[in-house]
């Protein structure tokens, strides 16, 4: 099994307006390094643009894998970071799809992982939900 994680940071426009606009090109790259740091080598994180990440993990043995890599990432985006002298805190609400049970394609993949990261937010963000729905 394969998982798709779709992760865009939570409070990050109030950053900016903290720190100012180019806060975004300093934060972006330390999430990211966040991220990284606690995926294993044979998975990938990538920015899809904006503030917005996904994670491939390559191999999962199951949904509650998935969600407990998902439930890392999200405790690794907690500490704050330290950008121009300022301490600066984001969260994740992270989307979980499942190949081949959440679809065999990546629309249907990211359609997925997107709807399940709205769900996320609805339980008040930092956290990380599953698919409920099948493939269609």
Do not use: W
Not at 33 to 60: I, N, P, T, W, Y
Not at 104 to 127: N, P
């Amino acid at each position: 099994t394969r998982a798709l994680l779709y992760i865009p940071p939570a409070r990050y426009n109030p950053a900016n307006d903290q720190c100012g606009p180019a806060s975004g090109d300093l934060l972006l790259p330390q999430g990211a390094s966040r991220l990284q740091q606690r995926v294993r080598a044979s998975d990938s994180v990538a920015r899809l643009g904006g503030d917005e990440f996904v994670v491939l993990l390559r191999r999962v043995d199951d949904a509650a894998s998935a969600l407990a890599i998902a439930d890392d990432l999200c405790f690794a985006l907690r500490p704050p970071f330290q950008l121009q002298g300022h301490a600066v805190t984001i969260s994740a609400s992270i989307g979980i799809a499942l190949y081949p049970e959440h679809g065999s394609s990546e629309t249907a993949l990211t359609k997925h992982a997107d709807a399940a990261m709205y769900a996320a937010k609805e339980r008040g963000s930092d956290c990380a939900v599953l698919s409920s729905s099948r493939s269609s």
